[in-house]
């Protein structure tokens, strides 16, 4: 199993630039989140999906778009990015029980 | 939502040290992760535990839940354990996890 995986690891964009993070898990698990996570400001949730076709919002769930197309794939969007989206994202996906969250390796995003 | 706090923020040990790590909880513990972040920025599962102690090499936690908070020990500290750990929990109703703000190991070889 390669678990979480997350495409790209690094990316630069400038203000107002679009982009998708991709994020996808081999381990049928119906739930899967994006998080972002700030200095000082610990990890947060963006938005969560519990299967393919549903997703909700999470903590800041603004400048960003989701879909759940398939159980395997979360892709996270950023329609217009800001410096305030400067962050490390995170995928993360788990079971409905044992609740326990598996992590992507990150991908770190800077907008100039 | 559910508070989380962990303690020490900071911790630098030798070589070879043991360590103890806790986390408080303001709110019933029903799905308690602990996490290591190592130096690269990946988030390692160490140990999933609502409740009861788990062993895994050097590592080990122990989670009451009847009095809101989880301890991990880590044994024969090794330079590849330093990083920050986390210890996160659900809360009720609530799909986030919610993390504490971590504890951030060195260890001195």
């Known amino acids: 199993n390669a678990g979480v995986t997350q495409t790209p690891k690094f990316q630069v964009l400038k203000t107002g630039q679009s982009m998708t993070l991709q994020c996808a898990q081999d381990m049928n698990h119906e739930y899967m989140s994006w998080y972002r996570q700030d200095p000082g400001m610990g990890l947060r949730l963006i938005h969560y999906s519990v299967g393919a076709g549903i997703t909700d919002q999470g903590e800041v769930p603004n400048g960003y778009n989701v879909s759940r197309s398939t159980t395997e794939d979360f892709p996270l969007r950023l329609l217009s990015a800001a410096p305030s989206q400067t962050s490390v994202y995170f995928c993360?996906?788990?079971?409905?029980?044992?609740?326990?969250?598996?992590f992507g390796p990150g991908t770190r995003l800077t907008v100039t | 939502g559910i508070q989380v706090e962990q303690s020490p923020p900071d911790l630098i040990l030798q070589e070879g040290a043991n360590s103890t790590l806790r986390c408080n909880f303001s709110?019933?513990?029903?799905?308690l992760q602990w996490f290591h972040q190592n130096p690269w920025g990946q988030l390692i599962n160490l140990f999933y535990?609502?409740?009861g102690t788990k062993q895994n090499g050097r590592l080990s936690a122990t989670t009451v839940a009847t009095e809101r908070y989880s301890l991990l020990y880590i044994s024969s500290s090794q330079t590849t354990d330093s990083g920050v750990y986390f210890c996160a929990e659900r809360g009720f109703g609530n799909e986030k996890l919610t993390f504490g703000t971590g504890t951030r190991l060195t260890i001195i070889p």
């Open positions: 709110d019933s513990v029903n799905n």
């Open positions: 993360a996906s788990h079971r409905d029980q044992p609740y326990e969250q598996y």
């Open positions: 535990i609502p409740s």
